[in-house]
């Protein structure tokens, strides 16, 4: 896997999001099943589109066919890529496509930074921003690196 600079979302909101669906987000879990070991690949401004998106989610994880079976729905990767949302669970249907495309739209017009109304833009690196973010760039977030550095610690301090 390359090395290179992604804003994160912060740990603390994170936090909100491992509390609310414990099962979907497997914040620890083995890289080779789920990307979110990464964290949330993402300014801080697209926390509402994601947990609104959740929220629109559980009740056709949790009430429909996608949560039983041997392998329980996860998001497998959510992340930042060319300005736009992009969120990965192992399951879908269509609802839950209609509904994470739809996230993924309202990201490309919602700065990643603030949460404010945005624009897609940028020559060698594409972001949404707003006009007071505009020259934002990628980071300081923490490297995937110093990421999987702090995680192994958490896991460490936990044992
Ligand atoms: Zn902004």
Avoid at 26 to 53: A, C, K, N, S
Wanted: aromatic share 10%.
């Amino acid at each position: 896997m390359t090395e290179r600079q992604q804003t994160i979302m912060r740990k603390e909101l994170e936090q909100k999001f491992v509390e609310r669906w414990p099962t979907w987000f497997e914040i620890g879990g083995d890289p080779r099943h789920t990307l979110m070991p990464y964290g949330f690949e993402f300014g801080d401004g697209w926390y509402d589109i994601v947990w609104q998106l959740c929220e629109g989610l559980e009740p056709f994880v949790t009430g429909a066919t996608l949560n039983t079976g041997d392998a329980p729905f996860i998001v497998v990767q959510v992340k930042e890529k060319l300005g736009g949302l992009h969120f990965y669970t192992n399951k879908s249907n269509e609802a839950v496509l209609h509904l994470i495309a739809a996230a993924e739209q309202q990201s490309l017009v919602t700065c990643e930074i603030c949460g404010q109304p945005g624009t897609t833009q940028g020559k060698y690196w594409i972001r949404t921003r707003c006009e007071a973010h505009a020259n934002v760039k990628p980071g300081p977030g923490m490297s995937k690196a110093e990421m999987i550095e702090e995680i192994r610690l958490l896991d460490s301090n936990a044992n």
